[in-house]
């Protein structure tokens, strides 16, 4: 089979909520990544075949189709193509598996794999919040749904903290696991080590005055686990806070992935190779332990085993989530989101996947190290991971 290639990955620094990021309509904001990539890359843009974006919340300013929005928005030409795709959290390492399958199978040669959430301006759950606000259906779950998992509705906070319960993981070890990620965002941000994979774009400060945005707004490099523990659980006898879960977060991100022959034709550098991709699926109520047997069967289907990957991209959707999943694969945790992860530098939904993705690749390359895994939890109780060696 034809190998497949990662070229470019880049991605914008997380905006807060009602941040930097608020003044920018979605399909600019992905538009800017696009155009980055073309430009990093030295890519003919009359080149690319398609775009493959991902994006949860496709409704209102990222309804229409977003994907083909961003392709209108940017540099590229009208005759570039496009489509949007959700798995959820998921959605962009999902489009970048979409891209990396269809240079594999020889259909194209040069393909975008990106993903957009604007979480100010589209906030989480509002697919769901509108319809049933104006009378329209009953929901995206049907009562066949209900009655054959025993549950009114699917939560990923309930998931979280049944995960938390699981596996034993009490509040403090949970919160001890946010501190860590701040520590280590902050550490890798005055360290320099996000400057090759940001794509600096104008942003807004409080009083509404442009600014340079090239930093993740979520790092707390004053957190402590005192400020932690005062914070309010979801669930009055849970364990998850917004401290120790992935902040609300507005951003996009894009991989550029060629064929041999594509890196041939257009004189490009390849930064990785894509080793492995795999997707699996599991309980959907607990939803977001599925990291666990999907890496179980990358590993199995690359022949690799844990000791060969250099580093792990575990997405901090909540913090019993990696937790569990180095617990289970008796991982190495200096090895893990070692510039932090989603609690400190945010979790732009369907940006997240090729986000990851950017801070791998080069985060493998600034190290020397050769093998890296991303791994993602989605709603649905469906887990997406990719195995990358550097180049």
């Not at 360290?191 to 400060?205: Q, S």
């Not at 849970?238 to 890196?263: E, F, H, K, P, R």
Request: proline share 5%.
């Amino acid at each position: 089979m034809a190998e497949a290639y990662i070229v470019e990955a880049l991605r914008t620094a997380g905006g807060r909520r009602g941040g930097a990021l608020r003044e920018w309509h979605p399909a600019d904001l992905g538009a800017a990544v696009l155009d980055a990539l073309v430009v990093r890359s030295g890519i003919d843009p009359a080149a690319i075949e398609d775009v493959i974006v991902g994006c949860v919340s496709q409704v209102g300013e990222q309804s229409f189709h977003i994907g083909r929005n961003m392709v209108m928005a940017s540099d590229l030409p009208d005759s570039v193509p496009a489509v949007s795709i959700d798995r959820q959290c998921g959605s962009s390492q999902q489009a970048l598996h979409f891209a990396a399958q269809a240079v594999m199978s020889g259909t194209q040669d040069v393909v975008i794999a990106a993903g957009v959430e604007s979480m100010t301006r589209v906030p989480m759950g509002t697919p769901v919040i509108l319809p049933m606000q104006a009378g329209i259906g009953i929901g995206p779950w049907p009562q066949s749904i209900k009655g054959r998992y025993g549950v009114d509705q699917f939560s990923q906070f309930t998931g979280a903290e049944m995960m938390a319960q699981i596996y034993g993981f009490d509040r403090e070890e949970l919160d001890r696991f946010a501190l860590s990620s701040h520590q280590k965002a902050a550490a890798a941000t005055e360290g320099e080590a996000f400057e090759r994979e940001i794509v600096i774009v104008e942003g807004l400060d409080k009083e509404g005055n442009a600014r340079r945005h090239d930093r993740d707004e979520g790092i707390r490099p004053d957190a402590s686990l005192e400020a932690l523990a005062e914070l309010k659980t979801v669930a009055p006898d849970g364990m998850i806070t917004a401290g120790n879960a992935s902040q609300v977060c507005d951003g996009a991100s894009g991989v550029l992935v060629v064929s041999a022959a594509a890196l041939k034709r257009h004189g490009l550098t390849p930064l990785a190779r894509i080793d492995n991709l795999t997707v699996t699926a599991g309980d959907p109520v607990i939803m977001l332990q599925e990291p666990i047997p999907a890496t179980r069967r990358a590993l199995e289907r690359s022949g690799r085993k844990l000791d060969e990957i250099d580093l792990y991209e575990v997405n901090e959707a909540f913090a019993p989530v990696p937790l569990a999943w180095l617990n289970e694969l008796d991982a190495d945790p200096d090895r893990l989101n070692v510039n932090g992860g989603a609690i400190a530098l945010g979790h732009p939904l369907g940006a997240s996947g090729t986000k990851l993705m950017a801070t791998l690749v080069h985060g493998l390359r600034a190290r020397g190290k050769r093998f890296g895994l991303q791994t993602m939890c989605e709603g649905g109780g469906i887990a997406n991971v990719t195995i990358v060696e550097a180049l």
